[in-house]
């Protein structure tokens, strides 16, 4: 009913920068919170940003300062840019969404495929 596609992921070298994009297609109402998780090898799935439908916006730790996260509501997507990039950033980045399906105005989660950030000179 929702689709989520990512892009933007990629190689970078240390300090530099990537944006990861998100568009939310299908049956959509409204779109409440929109965020970027990411998985490490051999690590649980970390939330990194979320960003509320009214622009609210919270980081983990490790990225404040160097990441952030908008979105645009017209065109349902959500945007991470990421600077001064490190190795320990190399992931797995997800996009979730949380959606009031028009069908049947039931609220979901859903996620995107995954995109790879390799950080690494």
């Known amino acids: 009913q929702v689709q989520l596609v990512e892009s933007g992921g990629g190689l970078v070298q240390p300090g530099g920068s990537l944006r990861l994009s998100c568009a939310a297609s299908g049956s959509i109402f409204k779109i409440n919170n929109m965020a970027w998780y990411r998985q490490a090898p051999g690590k649980q799935r970390e939330l990194v940003a979320r960003i509320t439908s009214g622009g609210s916006t919270n980081y983990a730790d490790s990225v404040k300062g160097r990441f952030t996260i908008s979105r645009d509501n017209a065109k349902n997507t959500v945007y991470l840019q990421m600077n001064s990039l490190k190795p320990e950033d190399t992931a797995v980045y997800y996009c979730?969404?949380?959606?009031?399906?028009?069908?049947?105005?039931?609220?979901?989660?859903?996620w995107g495929q995954g995109t790879q950030v390799t950080v690494s000179s």
């Open positions: 979730n969404a949380i959606v009031v399906v028009s069908t049947n105005l039931l609220t979901d989660s859903y």
